[in-house]
Each structure stands twice: as structure tokens, then as C-alpha cells.
């Protein structure tokens, strides 16, 4: 092939290209630089903070039905699977411990669960209500306590 011949191959090549890029080839679909539609529904827990839930105290802290619906939600949302049947710790720290990293405050937990933590603590506040979240801190506030649902034998 000359030179010439290859040029004008290469002139095809590059105006087929800039044709391609330039219009759409399917019907009915954005341009391809144009930005994905946004996302309708959430595939998980969404980490990072939401600033419209201002602190209270826990409604359910001595309310022992609570507790045992914090502990149904416990399992259903398999934070277990994690933290360990009894909230011994596995994967993600022991629950049952004196010292917290975020804090044990009832308000402090309930921001860790809704908020979620970095290096792998979800954010759940998507997926539960406020009532659901306080159910799961009286709950987990019962540990080492003699009000207990279901303490580890």
C-alpha cells in the first residue's frame, strides 16, 4: 500500500469515528458523554450522617417489651453476623464492653447505628425508623445487665 492510499484509510477511519461519537445510535438513550440517570432505589446501606435527627433521649430505655423487640430486630437485620449472637464481637466489636469507640451514650449508639461508622458499620437509617433504631439501643444497652433478653448461657 502507498502512502496515499494509507492516508485516506486513515481520514475514513477518523471521520466514521467523530460521526459515531457525534450522534446517538440508539433511539431513545442520552448522548454517550451525558450523565447516568440517577439511582431510584438504594442497593444497601447508605454510610454518612444525616443532620435532620437532633439527639433525645431513648423512649424505650426500661421498657422490656423494647428490649425484646430490639433483639427480633437484632437478628432479622443479622447484626450478628458482625457483632455476634449475643453482641460478643466477631468481626465488628464486642457490644457487651465497657469502653466504646463513638461512645455509649444512648444518643452516641443510636448515631452509630443510624449514621453508621467507617471501617465497615453500615448506615441503617434508610432501612429503619427512628423507633426500630431505639429498640435496637435499649436492646443493646440490656447487655451485662440483669434485664437482659436472652443472655448468653
Not at 18 to 45: F, H, K, Q, S
Not at 46 to 67: E, F, L, S, W
Not at 103 to 114: E, M, N, R, T, Y
Amino acid at each position: 500500500m502507498n502512502a496515499r492510499r494509507l492516508g485516506r484509510i486513515a481520514a475514513a477511519a477518523i471521520a466514521c469515528a467523530c460521526a459515531g461519537a457525534a450522534c446517538d445510535l440508539t433511539r431513545g438513550t442520552a448522548a454517550p458523554n451525558a450523565a447516568p440517570p440517577p439511582m431510584v432505589t438504594n442497593v444497601g446501606p447508605i454510610p454518612g450522617p444525616r443532620a435532620d435527627r437532633p439527639p433525645r433521649p431513648n423512649p424505650y430505655r426500661n421498657d422490656k417489651v423494647a428490649m425484646g423487640q430490639g433483639r427480633q430486630l437484632f437478628t432479622r437485620m443479622n447484626c450478628a453476623g458482625c457483632h455476634g449472637d449475643h453482641g460478643g464481637g466477631g468481626m465488628g466489636p464486642s457490644l457487651r464492653d465497657v469502653d466504646w469507640l463513638f461512645g455509649a451514650a444512648d444518643a452516641q449508639v443510636f448515631s452509630s447505628i443510624a449514621e453508621g461508622r467507617g471501617h465497615g458499620m453500615p448506615s441503617w437509617g434508610a432501612k429503619m425508623n427512628d423507633d426500630d433504631i431505639w429498640k435496637l439501643v435499649a436492646y443493646i444497652k440490656s447487655f451485662r445487665t440483669r434485664d437482659e433478653v436472652q443472655p448468653p448461657s
